[in-house]
């Protein structure tokens, strides 16, 4: 049995994947947990219908420096993605065609979080083969705590 979250904070996600020419923009605001720990802050909601991912739980933990965000997604769709400056990492994603490793770079990131809650941005760029790119997505995540 999984570990029910204290879902005392509210987090507004704003998503943006282009894929071509025309951005797609998903919005989501949810409930969540929010902590630091160990040197990092970890943002964890469960994913809905309106991100493709219902029946996933998605955590992202920021570095305290933004020198890195781990975005991890367990569930009926698993992702494990490193985004950290200046550095290309290969991870394991899974779509609705099966799973896939791609190449991972940052754009940026950008984090104003403390331990009452802030706004992180980052930005990554997706590719396959380090030749080919996938996509570039950006997320606007901000926390505030249900008062």
């Known amino acids: ?6 879902e005392d904070y509210i987090i507004h996600i704003k998503s ?6 025309e951005p797609e923009t998903i919005e989501l605001t949810t409930r969540g947990s929010f902590l630091r720990k160990n040197g990092s802050f970890f943002i964890t909601y469960k994913e ?8 996933s ?4 933990k920021v570095a305290e420096d933004a020198s890195r965000v781990a975005m991890l997604r367990y569930g009926r769709a698993n992702a494990q993605l490193l985004i ?7 991870c394991h994603y899974e779509t609705g065609y099966g799973s ?23 930005s990554y760029m997706l590719d396959a083969d380090s030749a080919e790119l996938v996509s570039k997505s950006s997320l606007d995540v901000s926390v505030k705590h249900i008062n």
């Open 16 to 21: 943006s994947v282009e894929q071509g020419s």
């Open 100 to 122: 896939v490793t791609l190449g991972v770079t940052a754009d940026e990131i950008r984090s104003e979080l403390t331990e009452k809650g802030g706004r992180v941005q980052f």
């Open 48 to 55: 809905t219908e309106a991100t493709g991912y219902a029946g």
């Open 84 to 90: 950290e400056r200046g550095r290309r990492n290969v």
């Open 57 to 60: 739980t998605t955590t992202l």
């Open 1 to 6: 049995m999984a570990a029910k979250l204290n």
